[in-house]
């Protein structure tokens, strides 16, 4: 089973509000990161358009559509956002192929924690029905904890999305000390999600190290990448960047 590659440019936008105008120009990047063998774009939209605007929602769907016509290609949009009116009216409108409702607290950096089904349950079951009866796929972010996830089927959504960001932290420390996190959290709950029959993606500082570990997590169908792969692009370019990112996933 090969997992696909989606590249998060949000911090693309970052650079390019913190001028103002066009450069860089999000639409040409995602061009350059797909020629470069990614399988999808991904992009937060918040509510505060630090980064991706609501106009470049729109712009990205349009591309990624004319991309596949002319290529005969399969590029996935993925939107990530919090559950709410905002940002399901956001998905309904752009219609992307997956729809990533992650939990947000006022005033984070990043996202940094899953959802609590026992909390969560019911906002979440609302908002992906809705979002499954117009065709989209939905994820949910999750931590590891085995008590929580045994609940995720629950939810109705079709994948969870791993936050990585603990296991990131890990192989920082020691490329042991990820590994150990990577079979003693990740791999438990992989098989957890596994038996509830829904499909698992991950995300959070997986970078060209980690991922030759993470990599072989049981039934890992997509990884969700941004600020490491954009920083190594600082570098050494996106296609480099991008390659790197690729081959470290096979």
Do not use: C, W
């Amino acid at each position: 089973m090969k997992t696909k590659l989606s590249v998060n440019i949000n911090k693309v936008a970052t650079l390019r509000n913190s001028r103002g105008g066009d450069i860089p120009n999000l639409v040409h990047f995602a061009e350059l990161v797909l020629k470069a063998g990614a399988e999808g774009i991904t992009v937060h939209p918040r509510e505060d358009e630090r980064h991706i605007r609501k106009d470049d929602v729109f712009a990205l769907k349009e591309f990624i559509t004319n991309y596949n016509r002319k290529n005969n290609a399969s590029i996935e949009y993925n939107i990530e956002g919090e559950p709410s009116s905002r940002f399901i009216d956001l998905a309904l409108a752009a219609k992307p192929d997956q729809a990533t409702l992650v939990p947000v607290t006022p005033g984070e950096i990043t996202s940094d924690h899953g959802f609590d089904f026992k909390k969560d349950l019911e906002t979440i079951q609302e908002y992906s029905k809705i979002l499954k009866k117009e065709r989209i796929r939905t994820a949910l972010f999750v931590d590891t904890d085995l008590e929580n996830l045994k609940l995720a089927s629950l939810a109705g959504a079709d994948r969870v999305e791993f936050y990585t960001g603990p296991f990131a932290e890990e192989f920082d420390l020691s490329p042991e000390a990820g590994k150990i996190s990577f079979e003693t959290l990740y791999v438990p709950a992989a098989k957890e999600i596994l038996s509830q029959k829904i499909g698992i993606n991950a995300g959070h500082d997986l970078d060209r190290h980690n991922l030759r570990t993470f990599s072989k997590l049981p039934g890992l169908l997509e990884v969700s990448i941004g600020h490491r792969l954009i920083s190594y692009a600082l570098e050494v370019g996106i296609d480099k960047s991008v390659k790197e990112y690729l081959q470290a996933l096979s």
